[in-house]
């Protein structure tokens, strides 16, 4: 399933007929690049079946345990358009490196991790690692594949594989953790910086823009620290209540940052997030699509994960096993989106696709105790997973409708924003309702009635807002 991982870049529909041919060094540049994406992928997954046994294995409670997918899901989304700027200014190659070493350090830190304040350092350095890696990775194959044919192959190839990341990661977690523990799939990723590291210096050309763009280092700052106080301030209230000193504290720190963050943007001359674009109707309601299937679904594995593990009493592996069926089709919806979006319109297969996860998702609402109903969990999951495909690819392509050639890296870079704030904000928002409910099969329920009502909402004035103008 694509809920937690970086959203693919849609190839373009017009792909060409013929054969390409790509030189023996072509080939093994897109190795490197694509063997990079594809493990980031993977750890947006790998771990997600492990979390039980991590949790027992540290200390961690059900309530912390959220913190494993957001210390890594909060550096790697509030930092990467800002490394996006640092790797034009000071070159992709040496960023993405620099990206790559963090990261294989960090995924050793994070498997030897002793407690758990050194395995969500660990985890929030393997995000900033992958902050660095994603836009320089994808700035360095868009400059070494020529537009056409090539680029389009190339493009077409790397999507593929950050889908099939996700379900690989999901599969082979749960086979690690039931085999080695949970420290192996922490371990799998460090392999994977390992293999590609020593190849990439050789292999990849320098590459920066000419133009040298101003780096708005106050936006990123103040953006990241704003998301990062609010967060933490819903993540403890939703455990502890809205009346600690610090939670009110962090609470305000995150409005006014983030209120700060606006001020600066639209004082720049060089944004990190274009405020005009975003007045624009596509771009704003394609951008909203984007942020709830993403939180919302993300917030439904992680308590599905839960659900499967402590009330089914499924093995890790097992586990996996009902995600990978989610990959599988989540894959399938993925090679068909683009004929839906033909057929019906990029607006009116958002809406829809937002309608059918809404729905699916609240068809989870009989799930009980007993094992017979891992049936409707898979059965569900994974047909919600289709539709919110089809959401992922249609809210790509209606904020990018429209937009003018020389706008397009804004208009793309708010897209793979949208979707790593919205991984950031879905497990604390939601998924902390299950890890702290006394019953946690009445906390996976509320998630799963909370996450339908606010998908269908959504579904519903995206479909009154995107309405053609009337003549």
């Known amino acids: 399933m694509a809920i937690d991982t970086p959203a693919p870049v849609t190839p373009p529909t ?17 190795f490197v690049l694509c063997a990079a994406q594809f493990m980031v992928a993977l750890d947006f997954s790998v771990l997600n079946v492990a979390l039980p046994e991590l949790g027992d294995g540290l200390g961690m409670s059900r309530t912390a345990l959220q913190w494993a997918v ?22 992709r190659r040496r960023l993405f490196l620099t990206g790559l070493t963090l990261f294989g350090a960090a995924s050793v830190l994070a498997a030897m991790a002793w407690d758990p304040a050194s395995f969500l350092t660990g985890r929030a350095l393997q995000g900033l690692g992958a902050a660095a890696i994603v836009p320089t990775g994808m700035s360095l194959l868009t400059t070494t594949f020529p537009e056409g044919p090539a680029r389009n192959r190339a493009l077409g190839i790397s999507g593929t594989l950050l889908s099939l990341g996700f379900t690989t990661g999901m599969i082979a977690g749960g086979a690690l953790t039931d085999a080695f523990g949970w420290r192996s799939t922490m371990a799998l990723l460090a392999v994977f910086a390992l293999i590609v590291l ?11 823009t000419p133009e040298r763009p101003r780096l708005d280092v106050p936006g990123a700052v103040t953006v990241t620290a704003g998301l990062l106080s609010l967060i933490y301030a819903l993540s403890t209230a939703a455990a502890q209540g809205f009346g600690r000193a610090d939670v009110l504290t962090a609470l305000v720190a995150g409005l006014a940052l983030l209120t700060a963050f606006t001020v600066i943007e639209s004082r720049t001359a060089a944004p990190l997030v274009s405020l005009p674009m975003l007045r624009r109707r596509t771009v704003a309601w394609g951008n909203l699509g984007g942020l709830v299937t993403f939180s919302m679904m993300s917030a439904v594995v992680f308590a599905l994960t839960l659900y499967l593990q402590e009330v089914l009493r499924l093995s890790a592996f097992e586990t996996g096993l009902v995600f990978g069926v989610q990959g599988v089709l989540s894959a399938v919806a993925g090679v068909c989106a683009p004929r839906v979006i033909g057929r019906f319109g990029a607006r009116r297969t958002l809406a829809g696709s937002l309608a059918g996860q809404g729905l699916l998702t609240a068809a989870l609402l009989p ?9 409707l969990a898979v059965t569900a999951v994974s047909l919600a997973s289709m539709c919110h495909l089809g959401a992922i690819v249609s809210y790509g392509l209606t904020v990018t409708s429209g937009v003018s050639d020389g706008e397009q890296g804004l208009a793309t870079g708010l897209v793979t924003s949208t979707q790593q704030v919205s991984l950031t904000l879905g497990v604390p928002l939601l998924g902390v309702v299950a890890t702290t409910s006394g019953d946690l099969l009445a906390g996976v329920h509320t998630v799963a009635g909370l996450s339908a009502a606010i998908v269908l909402a959504a579904a519903t004035l995206i479909a009154l807002g995107l309405r053609p103008a009337r003549a």
Do not use: M
Request: charged share 20%; aromatic share 8%.
């Open 14 to 30: 017009d792909l060409p007929v013929g054969p390409v041919r790509l030189s023996a060094r072509d080939r093994l540049v897109l």
């Open 367 to 375: 799930l009980s105790a007993d094992g017979r109903s891992v049936w």
């Open 198 to 208: 020593p190849l990439a210096p050789g292999l990849l050309p320098e590459s920066r």
């Open 70 to 91: 957001t210390a890594f899901a909060l550096p790697s989304g509030g930092f990467l358009l800002l490394f996006g700027r640092v790797g034009d200014l000071f070159g």
